[in-house]
């Protein structure tokens, strides 16, 4: 092999070296930067298709809802998840003896406490529908 051939493969080889410190340094940095911005999504988010209303107090999250058709609520939400020492109070309005969730956009996944109220003590049904499934 002459000296220019053995010049072009080392130049050849150095590129490629580059280009995978280059990769592995952009890999490294998509993998520390995804969980930062999924913590700092909201955990529950509403999708305007009910008249849904979150108020958080610390770590507690009361829900309300005014869309109410017979004994059935119904609440709608493009995100809903509870971390981990999270609270979330599911309210029921008066006269129903149903709440039903529906998260469209992605999994759920519940870490800590969620409660269902009617009438002002623990109780009610209450049910979720979430296509893409939940991890309790």
Not at 80 to 95: A, D, E, R, Y
Not at 116 to 125: E, L, S, T
Request: charged content about 10%.
């Amino acid at each position: 092999m002459s000296y220019g051939a053995l010049a072009y493969l080392r130049r050849q080889y150095l590129c490629v070296l580059r280009r995978c410190a280059f990769l592995n340094a952009f890999s490294s940095w998509l993998l520390l930067a995804a969980p930062a911005a999924m913590a700092a999504q909201p955990p529950i988010v509403t999708d305007g298709r009910t008249a849904t209303t979150l108020s958080q107090s610390g770590a507690v999250t009361d829900i309300t809802t005014a869309t109410v058709r017979g004994k059935n609520a119904f609440n709608s939400f493009s995100r809903f998840n509870i971390g981990s020492g999270q609270t979330v109070n599911l309210h029921l309005p008066q006269q129903t003896a149903n709440l039903l969730n529906l998260v469209r956009n992605e999994r759920s996944h519940i870490d800590g406490v969620m409660n269902a109220y009617k009438d002002g003590r623990i109780g009610g049904n209450v049910f979720f529908f979430n296509p893409h499934g939940m991890v309790v």
